[in-house]
């Protein structure tokens, strides 16, 4: 059973995605926050990085949030989100981890093997988070070594973690702006 602080983050997470504000999530709300990201990213439809971005959005409806759709209606509320969640089995855990891959490398636009500051507001900003102190408190927090970008280790522990950790003071409940 998920805790009521993990239910509280993950009902967190799963509004921000919900684009169309309508209480669900459907993949053209994944699909429009990719679009936001490579748009923000300055990129064009034909770009080779869009696609993958986009790509990428859509794999995670399928490898994910498909699975939660318990009534087969292309809509997944809070309710079917949180238990697929709370039912989660290790091959969901490794397909959710592979996602998760993917995840950074399209947020890492331009290739450099880590998110910079500018990459992680387009992702924020995508989730509709348009404080621009909150953005960059946030990405102070999640760069744990302070180097001044988010290295794909890094990124792995902060999204993993927030659906994960019990704790209010871990720093992964930035993960996805103002919490």
Same mark, same amino acid.
């Given at each position: 059973m998920l805790s009521p602080?993990?239910? /509280?983050?993950?009902?967190?997470?799963?509004y921000k995605y919900d684009q169309s504000k309508n209480g669900l999530l459907e993949k053209e709300d994944l699909l429009l926050v990719g679009q936001k990201i490579a748009d923000s990213c300055g990129l064009k439809e034909g770009d080779q990085k869009y696609q993958q971005i986009m790509e990428t959005y859509a794999k995670a409806w399928d490898n994910y949030l498909a699975t939660a759709d318990q009534d087969g209606d292309g809509k997944v509320s809070l309710v079917e989100f949180l238990e697929? /969640?709370?039912?989660m089995d290790s091959s969901q855990i490794a397909k959710t981890k592979e996602v998760n891959k993917l995840m950074f490398d399209c947020l890492d636009v331009d290739g450099d093997g880590t998110i910079s500051f500018k990459e992680y507001e387009a992702f924020l900003k995508a989730l509709g988070e348009t404080n621009e102190d909150n953005i960059k408190h946030a990405f102070e927090i999640l760069d744990i070594n302070k180097d001044g970008s988010i290295s794909r280790d890094e990124y792995a522990k902060m999204r993993s973690d927030y659906g994960s950790s019990e704790?209010?003071?871990?720093?992964?409940r930035f993960f996805l702006g103002t919490f």
């Open positions: 602080f993990i239910q /509280r983050k993950l009902a967190l997470a799963f697929a /969640r709370n039912k704790d209010p003071e871990d720093p992964s």
